[in-house]
Protein backbone atom coordinates (compact mmCIF):
# COMPACT_ATOMS: atom_id res chain seq x y z
CA UNK A 1 0.00 0.00 0.00
CA UNK A 2 1.33 3.30 -1.01
CA UNK A 3 2.20 6.23 1.79
CA UNK A 4 0.05 8.61 0.20
CA UNK A 5 -2.70 7.87 -2.10
CA UNK A 6 -4.68 9.73 -5.05
CA UNK A 7 -6.81 9.59 -7.50
CA UNK A 8 -4.87 10.39 -10.60
CA UNK A 9 -7.93 11.28 -11.88
CA UNK A 10 -8.28 12.86 -14.97
CA UNK A 11 -11.24 15.23 -13.64
CA UNK A 12 -12.84 16.78 -16.58
CA UNK A 13 -15.30 19.85 -15.62
CA UNK A 14 -16.83 22.53 -17.27
CA UNK A 15 -16.10 25.65 -16.27
CA UNK A 16 -17.87 26.47 -13.43
CA UNK A 17 -18.13 23.34 -12.01
CA UNK A 18 -17.09 22.87 -8.23
CA UNK A 19 -14.90 19.52 -7.88
CA UNK A 20 -13.00 17.90 -4.70
CA UNK A 21 -9.96 15.81 -4.47
CA UNK A 22 -8.86 13.35 -1.68
CA UNK A 23 -6.13 12.06 -0.70
CA UNK A 24 -5.21 8.79 1.88
CA UNK A 25 -2.39 8.62 4.02
CA UNK A 26 -1.40 5.57 5.67
CA UNK A 27 1.31 6.67 8.41
CA UNK A 28 -1.24 8.37 11.46
CA UNK A 29 1.96 10.24 12.91
CA UNK A 30 1.50 11.90 9.89
CA UNK A 31 2.01 15.88 11.23
CA UNK A 32 1.45 18.25 8.52
CA UNK A 33 -0.33 18.22 5.40
CA UNK A 34 -0.36 21.05 2.17
CA UNK A 35 -1.55 20.83 -1.53
CA UNK A 36 0.80 21.69 -4.44
CA UNK A 37 -0.18 22.78 -7.86
CA UNK A 38 1.88 21.72 -10.69
CA UNK A 39 1.33 22.40 -13.83
CA UNK A 40 2.95 20.87 -17.44
CA UNK A 41 6.82 20.48 -17.41
CA UNK A 42 7.06 23.16 -13.93
CA UNK A 43 8.18 22.52 -10.47
CA UNK A 44 5.27 22.47 -8.33
CA UNK A 45 3.83 25.32 -6.43
CA UNK A 46 2.18 25.46 -2.87
CA UNK A 47 -1.26 25.91 -3.23
CA UNK A 48 -2.72 25.63 0.23
CA UNK A 49 -1.56 24.23 4.14
CA UNK A 50 -4.25 21.78 4.79
CA UNK A 51 -5.45 21.97 9.10
CA UNK A 52 -7.81 19.85 10.94
CA UNK A 53 -10.08 23.37 11.44
CA UNK A 54 -10.12 23.43 7.91
CA UNK A 55 -8.54 26.01 5.63
CA UNK A 56 -9.97 28.25 2.71
CA UNK A 57 -8.34 30.65 0.26
CA UNK A 58 -10.76 32.29 -2.17
CA UNK A 59 -12.13 29.55 -4.04
CA UNK A 60 -10.25 26.78 -2.44
CA UNK A 61 -11.07 24.91 0.69
CA UNK A 62 -8.77 22.77 2.25
CA UNK A 63 -9.42 20.26 5.12
CA UNK A 64 -8.13 17.27 7.27
CA UNK A 65 -9.76 14.78 8.56
CA UNK A 66 -7.26 12.68 10.98
CA UNK A 67 -9.48 9.75 12.10
CA UNK A 68 -10.26 8.67 9.01
CA UNK A 69 -7.11 9.83 7.76
CA UNK A 70 -7.37 11.92 4.74
CA UNK A 71 -7.02 15.18 3.29
CA UNK A 72 -9.48 17.11 0.78
CA UNK A 73 -9.27 19.95 -1.61
CA UNK A 74 -12.35 21.87 -3.00
CA UNK A 75 -12.23 24.10 -6.03
CA UNK A 76 -15.37 26.06 -6.54
CA UNK A 77 -16.25 27.79 -9.87
CA UNK A 78 -13.56 26.25 -11.89
CA UNK A 79 -11.82 28.47 -14.13
CA UNK A 80 -9.82 26.99 -17.12
CA UNK A 81 -6.42 28.52 -15.29
CA UNK A 82 -7.03 25.49 -12.56
CA UNK A 83 -6.42 22.74 -15.20
CA UNK A 84 -3.53 21.49 -13.55
CA UNK A 85 -2.23 18.62 -11.67
CA UNK A 86 -2.80 18.85 -7.74
CA UNK A 87 -0.43 17.08 -5.58
CA UNK A 88 -1.08 15.76 -1.89
CA UNK A 89 1.82 16.30 0.34
CA UNK A 90 1.81 14.44 3.74
CA UNK A 91 5.24 15.55 6.39
CA UNK A 92 5.64 12.04 7.87
CA UNK A 93 8.32 10.87 10.82
CA UNK A 94 8.78 11.93 14.09
CA UNK A 95 11.23 13.68 16.69
CA UNK A 96 11.89 16.65 14.15
CA UNK A 97 12.38 14.70 10.73
CA UNK A 98 9.91 15.14 8.99
CA UNK A 99 9.91 13.31 5.13
CA UNK A 100 7.48 14.78 2.57
CA UNK A 101 6.24 12.11 0.57
CA UNK A 102 4.27 12.72 -2.42
CA UNK A 103 0.94 11.31 -4.01
CA UNK A 104 0.73 10.83 -7.78
CA UNK A 105 -1.46 13.74 -8.40
CA UNK A 106 -4.33 14.18 -9.57
CA UNK A 107 -5.37 15.34 -13.17
CA UNK A 108 -8.02 18.47 -13.46
CA UNK A 109 -8.93 19.43 -16.47
CA UNK A 110 -11.46 22.47 -16.79
CA UNK A 111 -13.15 22.59 -20.11
CA UNK A 112 -15.14 25.75 -21.46
CA UNK B 1 8.25 34.84 0.54
CA UNK B 2 11.31 31.62 0.58
CA UNK B 3 12.72 31.45 -3.03
CA UNK B 4 14.97 28.39 -4.00
CA UNK B 5 16.93 28.56 -7.06
CA UNK B 6 18.09 25.96 -9.98
CA UNK B 7 20.58 25.97 -12.40
CA UNK B 8 20.48 25.12 -14.87
CA UNK B 9 16.95 25.04 -16.32
CA UNK B 10 17.70 22.49 -18.55
CA UNK B 11 20.87 20.67 -19.88
CA UNK B 12 21.92 18.30 -22.84
CA UNK B 13 24.97 16.12 -22.58
CA UNK B 14 26.22 13.14 -24.45
CA UNK B 15 26.50 9.84 -22.84
CA UNK B 16 29.21 9.10 -20.16
CA UNK B 17 29.67 12.87 -19.18
CA UNK B 18 28.70 14.37 -15.74
CA UNK B 19 26.08 16.81 -14.91
CA UNK B 20 25.94 19.22 -11.87
CA UNK B 21 22.93 20.69 -10.88
CA UNK B 22 22.86 23.33 -8.47
CA UNK B 23 20.36 24.61 -5.68
CA UNK B 24 20.59 27.81 -3.51
CA UNK B 25 18.45 28.83 -0.97
CA UNK B 26 18.31 32.76 -1.72
CA UNK B 27 16.25 34.10 1.37
CA UNK B 28 16.99 31.81 4.12
CA UNK B 29 18.93 29.11 5.60
CA UNK B 30 18.84 25.50 4.59
CA UNK B 31 20.23 22.67 7.02
CA UNK B 32 18.03 20.33 4.57
CA UNK B 33 17.31 19.85 0.80
CA UNK B 34 15.63 17.43 -0.82
CA UNK B 35 16.51 16.40 -3.98
CA UNK B 36 13.34 14.42 -6.24
CA UNK B 37 13.07 13.18 -10.04
CA UNK B 38 10.20 13.17 -12.38
CA UNK B 39 9.46 11.34 -15.24
CA UNK B 40 7.05 12.08 -18.17
CA UNK B 41 3.61 11.44 -16.32
CA UNK B 42 4.94 10.25 -13.15
CA UNK B 43 4.56 11.38 -9.70
CA UNK B 44 7.84 13.18 -8.26
CA UNK B 45 10.43 10.29 -6.56
CA UNK B 46 12.44 11.58 -3.53
CA UNK B 47 15.95 10.75 -4.26
CA UNK B 48 17.80 11.99 -1.65
CA UNK B 49 18.07 14.06 1.55
CA UNK B 50 20.91 16.21 1.43
CA UNK B 51 22.06 17.73 4.81
CA UNK B 52 24.70 20.41 5.61
CA UNK B 53 28.02 19.09 6.73
CA UNK B 54 26.95 15.59 6.77
CA UNK B 55 26.28 12.67 4.23
CA UNK B 56 23.42 12.73 2.30
CA UNK B 57 20.51 10.27 2.61
CA UNK B 58 19.64 8.19 -0.08
CA UNK B 59 16.47 6.22 -0.60
CA UNK B 60 16.67 2.83 -1.90
CA UNK B 61 17.07 1.94 -5.12
CA UNK B 62 19.16 5.51 -6.29
CA UNK B 63 22.77 4.96 -6.61
CA UNK B 64 24.65 6.76 -3.94
CA UNK B 65 28.26 6.71 -6.79
CA UNK B 66 26.25 8.05 -9.29
CA UNK B 67 24.46 10.68 -8.00
CA UNK B 68 27.37 12.84 -5.95
CA UNK B 69 25.48 15.39 -3.68
CA UNK B 70 27.44 18.11 -1.73
CA UNK B 71 26.00 20.63 0.59
CA UNK B 72 28.71 22.27 1.33
CA UNK B 73 27.09 25.71 3.08
CA UNK B 74 23.41 26.49 4.51
CA UNK B 75 22.37 28.03 1.35
CA UNK B 76 23.83 25.52 -1.48
CA UNK B 77 23.58 22.14 -2.35
CA UNK B 78 24.40 20.54 -5.62
CA UNK B 79 23.88 16.62 -7.34
CA UNK B 80 25.98 15.52 -9.58
CA UNK B 81 24.79 13.05 -12.24
CA UNK B 82 27.87 11.18 -12.56
CA UNK B 83 28.44 9.43 -16.23
CA UNK B 84 25.01 10.29 -17.44
CA UNK B 85 22.97 7.99 -19.68
CA UNK B 86 20.30 8.07 -21.38
CA UNK B 87 17.87 6.41 -19.19
CA UNK B 88 19.00 9.47 -16.42
CA UNK B 89 17.20 11.62 -18.81
CA UNK B 90 14.50 13.39 -16.49
CA UNK B 91 12.98 16.54 -14.42
CA UNK B 92 15.05 16.91 -11.38
CA UNK B 93 13.69 19.34 -8.80
CA UNK B 94 15.21 20.16 -5.46
CA UNK B 95 13.04 21.99 -2.83
CA UNK B 96 14.25 23.09 1.07
CA UNK B 97 12.01 24.09 4.00
CA UNK B 98 12.50 28.21 4.94
CA UNK B 99 11.16 27.16 8.39
CA UNK B 100 10.29 24.34 10.87
CA UNK B 101 11.10 20.82 9.67
CA UNK B 102 6.91 20.50 9.62
CA UNK B 103 6.59 23.68 7.36
CA UNK B 104 5.97 23.33 3.71
CA UNK B 105 8.45 22.68 0.79
CA UNK B 106 9.95 25.21 -1.48
CA UNK B 107 10.57 24.26 -4.95
CA UNK B 108 13.80 25.56 -7.45
CA UNK B 109 12.55 25.79 -11.09
CA UNK B 110 13.69 22.13 -11.80
CA UNK B 111 16.10 20.60 -14.55
CA UNK B 112 15.70 19.15 -17.18
CA UNK B 113 18.60 16.44 -18.20
CA UNK B 114 18.54 15.46 -21.55
CA UNK B 115 20.77 12.93 -21.96
CA UNK B 116 22.00 12.24 -26.18
Known amino acids: RKEVEQDPGPFNVPEGATVAFNCTYS??????FFWYRQDCRKEPKLLMS???SGNEDGRFTAQLNRASQYISLLIRDSKLSDSATYLCVVNMGAGGSYIPTFGRGTSLIVHP | GAVVSQHPSWVICKSGTSVKIECRSL??????MFWYRQFPKQSLMLMAT?????????EQGVEKDKFLINHASLTLSTLTVTSAHPEDSSFYICSARPGQANSPLHFGNGTRLTVT
Open chain 1, 27 to 32: NSASQS
Open chain 2, 27 to 32: DFQATT
Open chain 1, 50 to 52: VYS
Open chain 2, 50 to 58: SNEGSKATY
